[in-house]
């Protein structure tokens, strides 16, 4: 599990650097929260990351016409600035393998991120 096609870690300058979501880099040190959620599809790219965002279990019928989703990782500066970082190369639905894949690589950046930033819980 690669995850460098996504972030890269540069633990001496203590940076991160998103490659697919908000690219850019950013300090281990004004990260405050981070979490795996479910974007939906249609919203990706459109204005502030995981505004819209689906549960990872059943879905109640004919709620959602469009149920496909992008798996990603939010990430919460301390100015309040969202961050997301784009697990799913497509779109997906829920408990697909690809879906199951891409919570698998997204909980792994997860607990990478909490490392090195220092992020309890």
């Given at each position: 599990?690669?995850?460098n096609?996504?972030?890269?870690?540069?633990?001496?300058?203590?940076?991160?650097?998103?490659?697919n979501?908000?690219?850019?880099?950013?300090?281990?040190?004004d990260?405050?929260?981070?979490?795996?959620?479910?974007?939906?599809?249609?919203?990706?790219?459109?204005?502030?990351?995981?505004?819209?965002?689906?549960?990872?279990?059943?879905?109640?019928?004919?709620?959602?016409q469009?149920?496909?989703?992008y798996?990603?990782?939010?990430?919460?500066?301390?100015?309040?600035?969202?961050l997301?970082?784009?697990?799913?190369?497509e779109?997906?639905?829920?408990?697909?393998?690809q879906?199951?894949?891409?919570?698998?690589?997204?909980?792994?950046?997860?607990?990478?991120?909490?490392?090195v930033?220092?992020?309890?819980?």
């Amino acid at each position: 599990m690669d995850l460098n096609e996504y972030v890269k870690f540069d633990d001496s300058c203590k940076q991160f650097e998103i490659l697919n979501g908000t690219q850019g880099k950013y300090s281990y040190d004004d990260v405050t929260r981070v979490s795996v959620l479910n974007e939906k599809a249609k919203y990706k790219g459109k204005g502030i990351p995981f505004t819209a965002v689906l549960p990872g279990g059943p879905l109640p019928s004919g709620l959602f016409q469009n149920p496909y989703l992008y798996v990603g990782v939010k990430i919460v500066l301390k100015n309040e600035t969202v961050l997301a970082i784009y697990v799913s190369k497509e779109k997906t639905m829920v408990n697909t393998d690809q879906y199951i894949q891409d919570r698998k690589i997204a909980k792994k950046i997860e607990g990478v991120i909490k490392d090195v930033c220092e992020i309890s819980g």
